[in-house]
């Protein structure tokens, strides 16, 4: 049941949309091209034949990506209304 002026199922169009240009923004992100590597790019392991199957042009083993991926450190975005500078002014 929708409320106010939406019409019914306005809330669930409006999430399936979200979601179908989420899907659509994942799909865009660069991809691994070209022919597997069979051995790690970085610490020259063997990646396995079912990784190389499932994602082709894969270059990194399991361990180096999630190495690299808990490397990222992602900056969070700086409140101004949480801050004390801002409540100074």
Same mark, same amino acid.
């Given at each position: 049941m929708a409320g106010g002026w &939406? #019409?019914?199922? &306005?809330?669930?169009? /409006?999430?399936?949309a979200s979601v179908s240009d989420e899907l659509a923004r994942m799909k865009t992100r660069a991809q691994p091209v070209g022919e597997s590597f069979t051995h790690c790019a970085e610490c020259e392991e063997e990646i =396995? /034949? &079912? #990784?190389?199957? &499932?994602? =082709?042009g894969v270059k990194l083993c399991i361990d180096c990506v999630r190495e690299r991926d808990a490397a990222f450190n992602a900056r969070p975005g700086f409140n101004r209304r949480g801050s004390k500078d801002s409540q100074l002014k």
């Open positions: &939406a #019409r019914d199922g &306005a809330v669930s169009e /409006q999430i399936e =396995p /034949q &079912a #990784r190389r199957e &499932a994602i =082709p």
